[in-house]
Structure formats: structure tokens, C-alpha cells
């Protein structure tokens, strides 16, 4: 559906190696398994009255291959190369192709995103033995998909005013939930340059197995233990300035990273949907924030455990703080813009009386033991309508396209060999 929103983080490291000398002798080895007698142009797969020569499957997985992008074993390369086919037979009765110069635009950024002009991109990519056609190809395809999809379903796709007002929370009738990953780094003033280089190359991931992955390494939140998976959240119950910066995204697509205070964050969108329950917003936020000297160290964390099982409310927090110095204890309420972003993101996560042990203060020394105590509902326009119609159609547009392909998957003659 999209062109490929930025290289995988292993891109920077294979770049260096893939285009090294001998690699396009030792690139052969990741040449899909062909019967000794077939010639590599002769049909791999009949799709309708199209083929898929040997070639091509040879290519296409050396071309994914050597970038570091995902699909790149044999059988997803199978299947990608015949949803492909089916779309090109769609886009062909329609009568819809891309111009030379809208691919030229397509390989331009593609190239930029390895730091390189499209000559250098398409020469490194030939010495490595991968044709100009099959870079070609693979951007076409994608972009004229794209296209085609728009076209087909844009006026299915379109929310209709009510919709936007439901997605938005201004009516009792539903809203927008969306489903993230998280990672969160912490970091102090010797560690800044390292994690804030970390967060750089964890942005260019791809996969939500690769974010996955990267969430449970490097992340401190207690969700790194599940790949950094969030549940369902609310838009609203996100801060209103990363509200639009959540909408904006696609699925597997992942923010630039975020500064907080003693850390660096990092999300992925995982799913976007509408609800039949309403999404309000909120125009105060009641919070308590109590400080543990010892930041995340296991004897403060254990604390903080043992502190959860004594408080049920925010009021609780009082008698806890009870003869210790005024500053251990800080009862917040605020507009959600006021809130600072660190524990805006945090407090997203969580329903009244929950307890949150994931932020730090005073260069990671000092733990925050965040507990929501409530919300104070508002129907304010923080995120735009426009916002919300432009997440809700390219929503939409995914799901026909989906349907599409499966439909003439179900009606297609596909022969392997």
C-alpha cells in the first residue's frame, strides 16, 4: 500500500557490508531453491495468465536481502510477488500506471534514505547484481497500488461528519482507540549522546518484531517484559501535542524519538479503531506524584511494590508522606497540556487509582511512584478534525485494499513450481 517509510535498523550496518567487494558472488547463496533443469527465465509461478520467472524471485529476495527489509525468504517472497502480480491485473483493467517521473520522485527518496543519490543508490545496487528493473518494480508497484486503491475506494473511505465527532469523543456514540508499542530509555547526563544515538537507529525498524525486540533489550518500562506492547488506549488520554503524531502514523511506522525528562521514548502504531464507547476528553488531570530515593534500583523498585499493596486512593499518599519533608509528595491537578510529557504518557496508561513505576527524577536517582487519581471530562478540539478524518480514511483504505487482494487471491489460478 505505502512506500517504505525508512530502512530497517540493521540498514546502516548491511549498507557498509552489502556493497563490499565479492558480495554480489556471495549474495548468490540467498538464491531461491530451483530445479536444475529450469532455465532462471522460465515460469516459477503462473498467476492468471502472468508468470513470475526464476529471475525475478531471485531478485526480489537479493534486493530485500542486501537492504535489510523484511519478506525477504523464499516463501514471503513467493507471496508477495503474487499479491503483486494480482494488483498489476487489477491496475491494468483499470487502466492505471505510474508516470516515469512519479517513479523517479519514489526511487529519489528511497535512495535518500540511505544517505545516497540515486546513481550511487542504483550502481551500489548493481555492482551487487540487482537490476535497475528490479528496484523498478518493486517502488512501481507500490506506489501505483497506492494510487489505485485511493482511487477505487477514496469515496467509501471519506468519514462523514458524525463519524469524526464519534472518533473525537464528542458524542456518546464512540471514538478512536489506537494500539502501541513503547520504548522507553533512560538516560543521564553520560549517557544522553549514547541512548539519544540508540533511539536514532531503533526509529528506522520496520517490523513490530523488530521494535519488539528492541523493547525488550533496551527499554526500562515494566511492558518491555511483553515486547514493549501496550493495550488499547484512548487518543484522548494521550497528550493533546502527540495526539496528531500518533494519528499520523501507519501500522509499523514509528516515531521520531521523544525527549523526556531522564529518558528518550519511542512508540509504535500496532492498530488503530473505532469504538462504540465514547472518548472523551479531558480538561484536568488529578495525579500524585511520591518520590523513592534510590531511582530504578531493585531495592526501590521492591518499595514501590510494597507501597502499591498499601494504597487503594491518592488520598492514601498522605498519610505515607506523614513526617517526612513536603517535597516527597506532590498532588498535581492540571490541564492536560500543562502536564509534563513524561508523565502525560504514563498517566495515558492508566485508570483511577492506578500506579505507575517506570519515571525518575534527579539524574534516574529518585523513582516516581505516579498514581491517576482523576479525570475531569471536557469536550475540547486539541486534536483536529482533520486529524482525525485523515487516521479514520487511510484506516479504511488499508482494510479495502486488504479485502481486495484476498478477494482475487479467492478467484485467481495460482500454479507453483
Known amino acids: 500500500m505505502q512506500l517504505i517509510s525508512g530502512f530497517s535498523r540493521f540498514f546502516r550496518s548491511r549498507w557498509l557490508t552489502a556493497f563490499a567487494p565479492g558480495l554480489a558472488v556471495a549474495m548468490l547463496t540467498v538464491a531461491p531453491q530451483q530445479a536444475p533443469a529450469q532455465s532462471l527465465f522460465s515460469p516459477a509461478i503462473r498467476v492468471n495468465q502472468d508468470i513470475v520467472t526464476w529471475y525475478e524471485l531471485d531478485q526480489r529476495q537479493r534486493f530485500l536481502e542486501i537492504l535489510g527489509i523484511p519478506g525477504s525468504s523464499e516463501s514471503e517472497v513467493r ?190 502504531m500496532r492498530g488503530l479503531r473505532e469504538v462504540a464507547a465514547s472518548t472523551p476528553r479531558f480538561s484536568k488531570i488529578d495525579y500524585a506524584a511520591y518520590y523513592l530515593s534510590g531511582g530504578l534500583s531493585p531495592d526501590t523498585l521492591q518499595r514501590a511494590a510494597e507501597l502499591k499493596e498499601k494504597v487503594d486512593t491518592c488520598d492514601d499518599l498522605y498519610g505515607i508522606a506523614k513526617g517526612q519533608p513536603p517535597e516527597v509528595l506532590d498532588r498535581v491537578s492540571a490541564s492536560p497540556p500543562e502536564i509534563p510529557r513524561d508523565i502525560a504518557l504514563e498517566i495515558a496508561k492508566l485508570d483511577p487509582n492506578e500506579v505507575s513505576t517506570t519515571l525518575t527524577r534527579n539524574n534516574g536517582q529518585t523513582l516516581v511512584f505516579l498514581m491517576l487519581c482523576n479525570r475531569t471530562r471536557d469536550l475540547g478540539e486539541d486534536t483536529s478534525r482533520e486529524d482525525v478524518a485523515n487516521a479514520l480514511t487511510q484506516q479504511r483504505l488499508q482494510a479495502f485494499a486488504n479485502s481486495l487482494v484476498e478477494q482475487l487471491r479467492a478467484d485467481a489460478t495460482i500454479i507453483e513450481q
Not at 84 to 110: H, N, S
Not at 178 to 201: G, H, Y
Not at 209 to 218: C, G, H, I, K, R
Open 79 to 268: 507471496e508477495a510477488l503474487i499479491d503483486e502480480r494480482l494488483r498489476k491485473q487489477a491496475m491494468r483493467e483499470a487502466g492505471i500506471q505510474p508516470t516515469p517521473e512519479d517513479i523517479q520522485v519514489a526511487i529519489d527518496e528511497f535512495a535518500s534514505r540511505g544517505q545516497l543519490s540515486p546513481d550511487q543508490f542504483l550502481k551500489a545496487l548493481a555492482d551487487a547484481g540487482i537490476d535497475r528493473e528490479t528496484v523498478r518494480d518493486y517502488v512501481s508497484s507500490q506506489l501505483a497500488w497506492r494510487d489505485y486503491v485511493s482511487a477505487r475506494f477514496i469515496s467509501q473511505a471519506r468519514p462523514t461528519d458524525d463519524e469524526i465527532d464519534r472518533a473525537m469523543g464528542q458524542t456518546g456514540g464512540g471514538g478512536l482507540q489506537v494500539l502501541l508499542s513503547e520504548i522507553i530509555i533512560p538516560v543521564n547526563a553520560q549517557t544522553l549522546a549514547q541512548a539519544e544515538a540508540l533511539a536514532d537507529e531503533i526509529a528506522r525498524v520496520e517490523t513490530i518484531d523488530a521494535f519488539s525486540a528492541a523493547a525488550t533489550q533496551y527499554s526500562a518500562a515494566p511492558t518491555r517484559e511483553n515486547g514493549g506492547r501496550l493495550d488499547w488506549l484512548n487518543v484522548t488520554n494521550l497528550p493533546p501535542a502527540l495526539q496528531p503524531v500518533i494519528l499520523g502514523l501507519k501500522n509499523g511506522e514509528v516515531t521520531a524519538p521523544l525527549s523526556l525528562p531522564n529518558a528518550v521514548a519511542l512508540f509504535q
